[in-house]
């Protein structure tokens, strides 16, 4: 079954989100100062695959503790896990199955990605895209010398 392969997909996910959260909690701080705390921030995460790593991310922004509101929704122009998604996450906002192409300019404060730009034909233009999409920021996480983190996973994803 597909939601077989969440427990080799899942792990790359939340590690990404994990390891950004320093740099994400820098740009909070430093942010411009016309961002106030209770101001509700956006973030778009591309091509998350399960939305498991964008759901923690929503989880450690949401609910009375964190001084920093931030919704976020999810983009892959593959709707394979479109219902996994909502079936299993509780805090992301929402699943959108396009391409970041024809999505509007300026419309998520900060956009992350993991694992994406190795997949694109043209990386120069898909990062023009992030950037016309995103008002403050993106976060990008890229493989660089991987070695296989699981038995088979380049086999399955890659």
Not at 18 to 33: G, T
Not at 53 to 63: E, K, N, T, V
Not at 70 to 93: G, H, P
Request: charge should be negative.
């Amino acid at each position: 079954m597909l939601y077989e392969l969440e427990g080799l997909l899942n792990p790359q996910s939340i590690g990404f989100m994990v390891d950004i959260l320093p740099y994400l909690y820098k740009r909070l701080r430093d942010a411009d100062p016309s961002v106030r705390s209770e101001e509700q921030l956006t973030l778009l995460d591309v091509g998350d695959r399960t939305g498991v790593g964008a759901d923690l991310l929503a989880s450690i922004f949401y609910g009375i503790w964190s001084k920093q509101k931030i919704s976020v929704d999810v983009l892959d122009i593959n709707d394979t896990f479109e219902d996994y998604i909502y079936a299993s996450t509780k805090f992301v906002r929402q699943f959108i199955c396009t391409d970041i192409f024809n999505m509007e300019s300026e419309q998520y404060d900060y956009i992350v990605c993991s694992h994406v730009i190795e997949h694109i034909d043209e990386p120069f233009s898909f990062c023009e895209q992030l950037r016309r999409v995103s008002k403050r920021g993106i976060i990008m996480y890229c493989p660089y010398e991987e070695h296989d983190p699981i038995i088979g996973y380049n086999t399955i994803t890659h």
